[in-house]
T-cell receptor
Framework: KNEVEQSPQNLTAQEGEFITINCSYSVGISALHWLQQHPGGGIVSLFM???GKKKHGRLIATINIQEKHSSLHITASHPRDSAVYIC??????????????FGKGMKLTVNP | GAVVSQHPSWVICKSGTSVKIECRSL??????MFWYRQFPKQSLMLMAT?????????EQGVEKDKFLINHASLTLSTLTVTSAHPEDSSFYIC???????????FGPGTRLTVT
């Protein structure tokens, strides 16, 4: 079982729809990242969360540490939101250091 | 916001040659930089962690003599793929961890094709 699971794996939506992307993890973490990867490959960091909720423009990210779950919401979706959304958790490893563990990503397609 | 650049953005090379990829943090200092590899339709896999001024730590299964990492300053890390083979063709992404707040920023990636 992967340490980071995302659902759904693929999602097609119509422009204007409200979209929710889920991420569950099974290990102790210090932070959770939501990343966006466009078809060209470049990665943009959207949020880093360790608790609660963050909002940036039309994007909202929440995390529930007790339930080991995070959601990324996109309001008023637009075709330019089409991308792969990746959840990554910063987990503790031996020696006191940390490393990012990535989910497989969710491919979002927003049709006009 | 913080910017990480990579150069080149894409490169094609012949088998047996070496390729160097640069990763720069443009407006912040990064004690730690990470190198990832991503194969098509797969997630990012950590190759190595490099700390400025010391030897890189490689993940299991990653050959340190094949993927040479140098982190000579707080703003520059380089990955050299030596004696490249077609199976090294991949998307290589670096990430810099800001010294002050440990936020991690990603570069745009370098697509390597070995013919």
């Amino acid at each position: 079982k992967n340490e980071v699971e995302q659902s759904p794996q693929n999602l097609t939506a119509q422009e204007g729809e409200f979209i929710t992307i889920n991420c569950s993890y099974s290990v102790g973490i210090s932070a959770l990242h939501w990343l966006q990867q466009h078809p060209g490959g470049g990665i943009v960091s959207l949020f880093m969360l360790s608790s609660g909720k963050k909002k940036h423009g039309r994007l909202i990210a929440t995390i529930n540490i007790q339930e080991k779950h995070s959601s990324l919401h996109i309001t008023a979706s637009h075709p330019r939101d089409s991308a792969v959304y990746i959840c990554a958790v910063k987990r503790f490893i031996q020696g006191g250091s940390e490393k990012l563990v990535f989910g497989k990503g969710m491919k979002l397609t927003v049709n006009p | 916001g913080a910017v990480v650049s990579q150069h080149p953005s894409w490169v094609i090379c012949k088998s047996g040659t070496s390729v160097k990829i640069e990763c720069r943090s443009l407006d912040f200092q990064a004690t730690t930089m990470f190198w990832y590899r991503q194969f098509p339709k797969q997630s990012l896999m950590l190759m190595a962690t490099s700390n400025e001024g010391s030897k890189a730590t490689y993940e299991q299964g990653v050959e340190k003599d094949k993927f040479l990492i140098n982190h000579a300053s707080l703003t520059l890390s380089t990955l050299t793929v030596t004696s490249a083979h077609p199976e090294d063709s991949s998307f290589y992404i670096c990430s810099s961890q800001e010294t002050s707040d440990y936020e991690q920023y990603f570069g745009p990636g370098t697509r390597l094709t070995v013919t």
